[in-house]
C-alpha cells in the first residue's frame, strides 16, 4: 500500500530524472556557474515578468528560509510569522542560530492576517523603550500554508500595503507553492507573487525534483552579495548544474503546474470520499494537504499510510494525507477504500 | 516630588558611594583580578553556605543573562521563560542574538509552574520529529518577577524537581532578589536558591549599587571558562574593583537586606493606602513594585511619577510604582496625598 | 577537449547513478530515517571497524565542517587550521558566522606540524590574560590537503598525541580522502583515522557522487544530538535516500576506492609526462591534483583546461589540474599532447 | 611604589569623582534619556563640530568595538585590522562571537598602510570565487595605537581615500586618543577625525574615568537603529546618567586634554632617562606607553610595576609602561631611579 505521509517520499518526476541522467558526463562549472542554471533563471524571470530578479537555486527550505533572512536583516531584527510557520515550528531554531528572534502570531488558518501585523508594529513602536525590543522587519508566509490553506491576491495586495506601512519585507515560503498555484481557489500567479513579494522560492522538493527550491528575490537590496551568504551557510551545491538542470525540467512545458494540477485532484478525490462518509476535516484545504479528523482507533490504523498530526480532543486525532506528483488514482482509491473500512 | 517610576533612578547608597571615594586613588589589577572582588566573592560564599560556587561581577542584567544563557546552551538549545520574562520583554532579541530561542509560557503571575515545563519537554521529546525543534535546556525565572510576585522554598524545590527529571538547567535572575528575600511572604536563602539553581544573580543596580549584579554559578560546567565568554561579550569591566568595592558594602554588614526590607515597607505603606481608599492592584506583589489599577485619567496625572504599565479595560490603566533604596516615608506620604487626590 | 579544472565539474559515476535510477520510484521516510542510510552507515562503521560511531551523511563540505564545528565548539573556542584550510580560504567565513575564530598557522605543504599546534597551546595558557583571547580548541586538517599532500600514519599519531595533551578535538576535513587514503604514499586506513580523529569525513562530492559527505563522529559529545544541529543549519536532505542510496552504491565492492586510484594514476601519468619535460611543481604532490608551474603564457594557454592557481613569481604561474573519475588515459594523453605544444 | 602597568588602575580623576558625588541623588530616567548624556552628547557634538553625528555612551571599549561592527557589517562582511590591534588580540574573539572575522594585516608599528588594504581588496575583487571569501567592507585601526603610535593627519586622509575606493568603512578605537591628540607629534582635531571616519570613540576608562567610552558614529547608515544594538548587546547602562556625568566633566575645561599631555609629558621624562641610559625601545612611542627593551632579569626585577610585554631575544624583555592621569612626578622620578639601579 502506497503511503500518503509526504509528498517528498519518492525521487523525481521521470522527465527530471530523466534530464539528470542525459547531462550526467557533462562538464560544468560549479556552483550554479552553468548554462543550465543561467536557462532555469531565464525562465523563472520569464514566468515571474520581470528581468531584474535575482534567482539562486539552492538545496532546501529550512537552507532558503536562514540564507533569505540572515541577508535581509541587521541584528537587531526579527521575523513576523504565523506559530504554525515552518521557521517557528520545523527548523530546529534555525533563524535563532542567525541570530533573529521569530515573533509568532496565532492563526486559525495558518495565515497571517493584515492587522495582526500593524497591530505589532503599533505596539513595538509605542513602547515606552522600544529599542529594548526585537524590530519587527520582514514578514513570514507559507504558499500554500503547512496546513493546506492558501492566500488569494486579494489577500497578498492587503498584506503588501500593510508591510509597506510599516517598512516591512514581505517573503514567501513557496515549499508547496506548486499546490497553490494550481488550487482552484488560487487567483495569483508568479509574476503577481514575484510583483507584491521582497522575495519567495519556487519549491522544488515537494513538486517533484530530487531536491532543489529555486528563491527569487526581488528586492536589490537583499540580493545584494547574496551568494556570499549561500556560501557562508553551506548552502551553495558544489555541482550546481543539478539544480539548474531539474528547474529548467520541471518549469519548461509546464510540469511544474501540471504536477501540482494532478496532486490537488488526487487530494480532490479523497476530500470527497470523506464529505460522503461524513467524515471532518481539521481545515478546508484547496490543496494537496488533506487534514482528516478521525476517532483515535482509526487514526492508530492508518499510522502507516497517513502522518498522525495532532489530537483535536480525547477521542479524536487529525491525520495528514499529503499527495505528492507520484500518486495515481489507483492509489487513492485503495486508500479511500482502507478509509471505509477502518471507518465503519 | 519624587518620581516612583523605577528603582534605578538615583545613584548609590550612600554607604556605597563612600566606599568608591575611600578606594578611588588605591592602584589595583583590571579585569577583577583585585582584592575587593575577592573579598566580594568571600562574602557572597559564605552567604550561599558554599565554597565551591563560581562568583563572577559584572555590569549590568541583560550582559549577566546573556553571558550566562551562552556559556550553558548548545546551538540547538533554548530557553523556557514566562512570557514576561526579562529576556523575552527587554533585552532586544540578546538571547536570539547568542542563537538561542526563548520558548516562552503564558502566566498570570510571571510564575512558571512546573507543569507547564513538563508539558513542554513531554511535547518536545514525543515530536515526530524532535530533531526539528529547538531543545529546551534552561529553565529561565526572575524573583522577584517583573510584576512583583515571589517564588517561595516549596515552589523552587518543584521547579528543581521538574529540571532535573528533564535534563534542565535552572536560572535565575536576581535583579530585585533584595526584594523578594526581605518579603513578609518569603522562606528562601541565598543558600537555598545557590543549592537549587544552577546558577542565580544578585541584582545590585536595582538595589543600590551605581551599577553590578553578582552572578553564582553552582554549576560547575556551566562555570568553566565563564570569564571568557564575559569578556567575548563586552560584559568584563576593565576597573573590576568597582565592582567589588560595591558588592563588599552592599553585603557587609546586612546593608542590601536592609535595603530590601525598607523599600518593601514603603510599598506596603502605599499598598495599604491603595485599599483603604479601594484602588486595586494589577497582582498582589508582597514586594517593591506595585501595580495600581486606575481610571485612564487618573493615569495621565500620574504619569511623571509612576510608570504607565497598561490598558486594563477601555477606561483603566496599571500603572507601577517600584521603590528604590532612595525613597524615604515622607516622600511615600507626598505619593499618597496626590493620590488620594486625584483619585477623588 | 576535457577540462581538468576540479574534480567536481561531472555527474556521478555510472554505478551510483544507477542506483539512483533503481530507487527512484520508492517510497521512503524523510530526513535519513530510510534503510539506504542505515545500509551506509552499517558499510561505514565496518570499513572504520568500530560500531560505536556517529554516521551522518551531509550535502556538502562547507555545511559538514560548519555543522561539526558548531556542534564541538563553546562560544570562546578556535579552530587552529593551516593557512591554506578550506575552512580558511574557501567558507566564506562560515567557521566564524558560527561564532568561532579560524586561527591560522602558515605551512609549506598544507600540513600543520605538532609544533605549531602546541606553540600555539603554550602562548594562550602562558598570555598574560588568556581569557581575553579565543581558546584554541579543534584542530583542522585536510587529508589530502588543498595543495594535494597527504599525512601519513606517524604524522597523525603524533597529532593525536599533541591533541590530548593540549585537549584538542582532531578533525579531519576528507573532501579528497579517497584520493589520499589510495596514494602510493599512504600507509592509512578509514579505521586508523576513525580511531585517531574525534571526526572526520569521507568526501562524496568529489569522489564520484552527485554530492554528499559522509560525517563520521567517534566523539560521543561531539556526537550527541547532533542531528538537530544538521536541521538547524539547513543541512538535513528532506529525501535523504539519496544520500544513503549513493554512498551504499560508493562503498560497497571497493568502488570509492577504485575511483582513488584510478585519478591518482592518471595524475601520476600527467606528473611523468611533466617531469620528462622539464616541467616543476609548486609541491610534490601524490594525489590527484597536480601543481604545475609554467610561463605566465602558457598558463593563459591552458586557462580552459586547467585552474589558474597563482603567480609564482613575475614570469611564472602555477596551475592546477585535478582529475575526476571521468577521467580517461585518453583525456589525460590529449592534456599531454597540449602541454608539450604550448610550452615547446 | 607605583605601578605604571596600565592606565586604568586608579579611580578616576578627582573632578570626575566630584560630579559622580554630586549627583548621586537626582533622580534621572534610565538608558542614557537623561540631561547629562543630553549634555556630554552635545558637547562631543561641538567638538566635533558637527551637529549630525550619532553620539552613544558605552562602558568598555570591548562592547563599543562589538556593538559597532555589528551595527555596520551584514553577516559577510569581515574586518580588515592590523595583527596587533585589540579586536584581534585581546577580546577573546568578541567579533567572530558577532559572526565576522578579523582579516589581519603585519605591521611594524601597529599602523595600518593604505596600499595593504587595497592589496586585500584586489586580491577579494578578483578572486576565482570571489562569494567564497570573506568580504573586506570595515578598517579598525587604533589611535594611540596598541604599542603607543600616532596616525597623522595625512595618513588618515590617505586611508580614508583607499576606503572610499573600496567601499570600505573607517572605523577608530579611541581607547587612548586622549594620549594620542595630545602627543608633540599630532596634527589631528576630533572634528578632523569625525569628518574622516565612519565611526570612533573617544576612550574615557583609559583617560581618567570609572568607566566609559564615548562613540561617535558620523555614517548615518550604521547610526541607525544603534541603540537597539547597544541594548541586545548588554551594552546600555541602566543608569545611564553615570556615562552622562562622567564626560561631562571629562570633557568640559578641557580636562581630557589636559590629562592626555599630563601623562604624555611624564612618558616623556621616562623616556628621555632610557636614552640616556642607554635603554632602547621596542618602538619609539610618542604618548603614554614606552615599551623598554631590558636584559631578562631587569625585567624580572620590575615586573611588579611595568608589564612584561613580550621576550625581543633570548636575553632581553620588552616591558611596557603605561603613564594614567594619576602618576605624578614625584613616581615618574621614583621609578627613574629604580630603573638606573636594576640596569647597573
Redesign the interface.
Known amino acids: 500500500m502506497?503511503?500518503f505521509?509526504?509528498d517528498?517520499?519518492?525521487?523525481?518526476h521521470?522527465k527530471v530524472?530523466e534530464a539528470?541522467?542525459n547531462?550526467?558526463?557533462?562538464?560544468?562549472?560549479?556552483?550554479g556557474y552553468d548554462v543550465y542554471c543561467d536557462k532555469a533563471a531565464g525562465i523563472i524571470k520569464k514566468l515571474c515578468n520581470n528581468e531584474n530578479i535575482g534567482v539562486h537555486l539552492l538545496?532546501?527550505?529550512?537552507?532558503?528560509?536562514?540564507?533569505l533572512i540572515?541577508?535581509a536583516l541587521?541584528?537587531?531584527q526579527?521575523v513576523i510569522s504565523p506559530a504554525t510557520g515552518h521557521i517557528q515550528?520545523?527548523?530546529?531554531?534555525?533563524i535563532?542560530?542567525?541570530?533573529?528572534?521569530?515573533i509568532t502570531v496565532e492563526t486559525s488558518d495558518g495565515k497571517i492576517k493584515p492587522e495582526q501585523i500593524s497591530s505589532l508594529c503599533d505596539e513595538h513602536k509605542s513602547g515606552?523603550?522600544r529599542?529594548?525590543?526585537?524590530?519587527p522587519k520582514l514578514v513570514y508566509i507559507s504558499n500554500s500554508t503547512e496546513i493546506g490553506s492558501i492566500y488569494n491576491k486579494k489577500e497578498l495586495l492587503e498584506l503588501r500595503r500593510i508591510c509597506d506601512e510599516n517598512g516591512l519585507y514581505l517573503y514567501m515560503d513557496g515549499a508547496r507553492l506548486a499546490y497553490a498555484l494550481t488550487s482552484d481557489e488560487n487567483d495569483l500567479t508568479l509574476a503577481d507573487i514575484a510583483a507584491l513579494c521582497d522575495a519567495f522560492y519556487i519549491g522544488g522538493?515537494?513538486a517533484g525534483l530530487?531536491?532543489g527550491e529555486a528563491l527569487v528575490i526581488s528586492n536589490n537590496i537583499i540580493n545584494q552579495?547574496f551568494?556570499?551568504?549561500?556560501?557562508?551557510?553551506?548552502?551553495?551545491?558544489?555541482?550546481g548544474?543539478?539544480l539548474g538542470v531539474q528547474f529548467e525540467a520541471l518549469l519548461s512545458n509546464g510540469l511544474y503546474f501540471e504536477i501540482g494540477k494532478r496532486a490537488n485532484a488526487m487530494a480532490k478525490r479523497i476530500k470527497n470520499a470523506c464529505i460522503e462518509n461524513n467524515i471532518p476535516f481539521l481545515i478546508d484545504s484547496p490543496t494537496n494537504q488533506q487534514f482528516l479528523v478521525v476517532p483515535n482507533n482509526t487514526a492508530e490504523k492508518l499510522k502507516d499510510i497517513c502522518?498522525?498530526w495532532k489530537k483535536t480532543d480525547e477521542n479524536h486525532t487529525a491525520v495528514r494525507l499529503c499527495i505528492s506528483w507520484?500518486a495515481d488514482e489507483k492509489a487513492v482509491d485503495e486508500f479511500i477504500g482502507i478509509l471505509k473500512d477502518v471507518s465503519a
Not at 517528498?8 to 523525481?12: D, K
Open positions: 502506497r503511503s505521509k509526504s517528498y517520499m519518492e525521487g523525481a521521470p530524472l539528470l541522467i547531462t550526467n558526463y557533462e562538464q560544468s562549472n560549479g556552483y538545496v532546501g527550505g529550512t537552507q532558503t528560509n536562514l540564507c540572515a541577508a541587521r541584528p537587531h526579527g515550528v520545523h527548523e530546529a531554531g534555525a535563532e542560530a542567525a541570530g533573529h528572534r521569530v515606552r523603550n529599542e529594548h525590543t526585537v524590530q522538493t515537494k530530487l531536491f552579495d551568494r556570499y551568504i549561500m556560501k557562508q551557510r553551506g548552502a551553495m551545491l558544489a555541482k548544474r543539478l502522518e498522525i507520484a
